[in-house]
């Protein structure tokens, strides 16, 4: 679901919102508590909701799903200035000549925009995340985080699965109402598909992990996910996480170091994988993270129902 500030799905600096390659990342704010129902924007009875799945703003904000290849584009540029210049990351041969952070799974993906119109329309661009349906994966050859994770249990799951990746912010720009646009457009796009479970993989900086042990370990021993939602690192690429005892960690304190983004996702009842997974490139170890979607389903609901009442209030 990565803000990331380092990683392919991942977390870093304290100043950049980015998830990365595959998933979610956070480092501003906790995106999650966006999805309260008083932070959602206003949607009137004549809400564009019923033409087109995510559409609305805020001020000069708008957010929307990408239509056009220059849409893409745009996204693939910010990301690419994120990841690669901004935090870092290795690009691979090529990329850094076309100076766009893409994949083949950019073709199958929606991709959320978040548009500044106060900025020249070459930078309108200032915030994003890409969206993978199981309906659409199903077609395209799977999802981007099967190359790290053995998602079998989330596959057998009976309902519909978005995976979440590549979010980023754009830090010359105010991030939290970005960051509450990109994630109220997320509520209404798993309203709209009727999707049970969200995933993707979250990153922590770095790629030592015994320099992580805490939070790896505080990630496995409070917060692993059920056997039938447990994701589990490929046998190449897994590394384990509980590396120190659970009687050796201070919760609090270990929850209160997390990355934002993780904290949120966690607030919102969600858990880890099995293993976390080493990504040079990015500099970062990743965690699969499950959420479920009742209470972005719930809140979303509840707000969009009043606001097709015309009762919304603040």
Not at 213 to 225: D, G, K, R
Not at 275 to 288: L, P, Q, Y
Not at 293 to 302: A, F, I, K, P
Request: glycine share 8%; with cysteine; net charge neutral.
């Amino acid at each position: 679901m990565p803000c990331r500030a380092t990683g392919n799905g991942g977390l870093a600096a304290n100043d950049v919102f980015a998830s990365g390659a595959s998933g979610f990342v956070g480092v501003i704010a906790a995106a999650p508590a966006a999805l309260a129902a008083d932070s959602l924007p206003a949607i009137g009875p004549a809400t564009a909701l019923s033409r087109r799945v995510v559409d609305f703003g805020s001020g000069s904000l708008q957010v929307r799903l990408a239509e056009t290849d220059a849409d893409i584009a745009a996204a693939q540029a910010l990301r690419y200035r994120i990841f690669y210049e901004r935090m870092e990351a290795h690009p691979p041969p090529g990329m850094a000549q076309r100076r766009r952070d893409a994949d083949r799974f950019d073709a199958a993906c929606d991709h959320l925009l978040v548009l500044d119109h106060d900025r020249p329309a070459q930078e309108e661009v200032v915030g994003t995340y890409r969206l993978l349906r199981r309906a659409v994966a199903s077609r395209f050859g799977g999802f981007y985080s099967e190359s790290e994770y053995d998602l079998a249990p989330l596959l057998a799951h009976p309902g519909e699965i978005l995976e979440l990746g590549r979010s980023c912010v754009d830090p010359a720009c105010r991030p939290r109402p970005v960051l509450q646009l990109l994630w109220s457009a997320i509520a209404a796009y798993v309203f709209h598909h009727n999707i049970a479970l969200m995933f993707g993989c979250a990153s922590l900086p770095g790629t030592d992990p015994e320099a992580l042990a805490v939070p790896l370990s505080y990630l496995h021993h409070h917060h692993l996910a059920p056997p039938g939602l447990r994701p589990r690192a490929l046998a190449a690429r897994y590394v384990g996480m509980g590396r120190r005892s659970a009687a050796a960690i201070d919760p609090a304190r270990a929850f209160a170091a997390l990355p934002p983004l993780i904290k949120g996702y966690l607030r919102l009842g969600g858990f880890v994988g099995d293993g976390a997974v080493i990504d040079r490139e990015f500099n970062t170890i990743d965690v699969c993270i499950v959420v479920g979607t009742e209470l972005v389903t719930e809140r979303y609901s509840r707000h969009y129902v009043r606001q097709s009442r015309g009762v919304w209030t603040v």
